[in-house]
């Protein structure tokens, strides 16, 4: 009976190993370089065969933001592909102010990760500043390898119309002083969310902004961002989804500007959520995510 129970333990434990080893196989994770030299943190998880999804994080962020997206029933028939943007969690944080004020450096690396992926047609997810990224990239080079693209609470200018006024907290963020400069990252933190998150994940979020470079924290409120060439240029599918209470970036104007410059783009106000609508509302999201790319791959 003894024999019996402990083989049938070992049966359980090898099943368990066997189906870890298959979850550990589908997701990868390998640097890319951009052509500036900057070393990107890859990541890959879903389905390596499925249409591609690039996600692309905001300002103290890293690929751990996308946790809801990565584990998404909804979205494991996708290849879900993520990266450390420059100057954030485990990519390459160059301390010359060029690396980051130059848009151009930031739509290069997209186009890096993209060519080096060997991802045909992708959808690209920009959260935040990850939009005005995705802004430069369709700048640079228009939109011929990409299916369409979602901006998330996304930035479409640096402009004081569109972005919230927080004029103090994005001084001390770059602050000499590293206790000022923590606490105002804990801010920033807490005003991406009107549902805060449950502990553990905001204590994750704040040790992913603790990691941001402090060279790209100063540089980085000068970026240019090409958001008349890049939205006017643009012939694929544009949607944007914004919370109804960000704290960060004004969602009507942002819109509207958008649409002026480009009439096509489609928008979803998300009412419960602030400025991470991806994390408070996930199951929405990700439903509208699916939905997204699956009209956009069958054209």
Same mark, same amino acid.
């Given at each position: 009976?003894?024999? #019996? ?12 190993? /066997? ?23 890859? @990541? ?52 010359? /102010? ?17 060519? /080096?992926?060997? +991802? ?9 500043? =990850? ?10 080079? =228009?939109? +011929?390898?990409? +299916? ?32 000022? #400069? ?16 449950? =502990?553990?994940?905001? @204590? #994750? ?24 060439? =890049?939205?006017?240029? /643009? ?30 783009? #489609?928008?979803?106000?998300?009412? +419960? ?27």
């Amino acid at each position: 009976m003894q024999r #019996r129970t402990f083989f049938r333990h070992m049966a359980a434990a090898a099943l368990f190993m /066997a189906v870890s080893v298959v979850a550990n196989a589908q997701s990868r994770h390998y640097t890319v370089t951009a052509p500036d030299g900057v070393a990107l943190a890859v @990541q890959e998880a879903g389905n390596a065969a499925g249409p591609p999804v690039v996600f692309v994080h905001g300002l103290l962020g890293s690929h751990l933001n996308w946790e809801a997206q990565l584990a998404s029933p909804a979205l494991q028939r996708y290849r879900l592909i993520t990266y450390d943007l420059r100057g954030h969690g485990l990519s390459g944080k160059p301390v010359d /102010a060029a690396a980051y004020t130059d848009g151009r450096r930031w739509a290069d690396d997209l186009a890096a990760v993209i060519t /080096a992926t060997g +991802a045909q047609n992708p959808v690209v997810v920009g959260w935040s500043l =990850g939009a005005a990224v995705t802004t430069n990239y369709l700048a640079a080079y =228009g939109d +011929a390898q990409i +299916a369409g693209a979602v901006y998330v609470g996304g930035v479409i200018e640096l402009d004081p119309k569109q972005i919230a006024p927080h004029p103090a907290l994005y001084r001390d963020m770059v602050s000499p002083d590293l206790k000022t #400069r923590l606490d105002a990252e804990r801010e920033f933190i807490g005003l991406c969310f009107a549902q805060a998150p449950d =502990g553990v994940t905001f @204590q #994750r979020l704040l040790a992913n902004a603790a990691m941001a470079s402090f060279d790209m924290q100063a540089a980085v409120q000068s970026m240019t961002v090409e958001a008349a060439r =890049g939205l006017r240029s /643009a012939r694929k599918p544009l949607l944007l989804i914004y919370g109804a209470k960000d704290a960060l970036v004004q969602p009507a104007p942002s819109i509207d500007r958008a649409r002026a410059l480009n009439p096509h783009v #489609r928008s979803k106000i998300y009412a +419960a959520s602030g400025h991470a609508p991806f994390m408070e509302e996930a199951d929405r999201f990700n439903r509208d995510l699916a939905a997204f790319v699956d009209s956009v791959v069958t054209r």
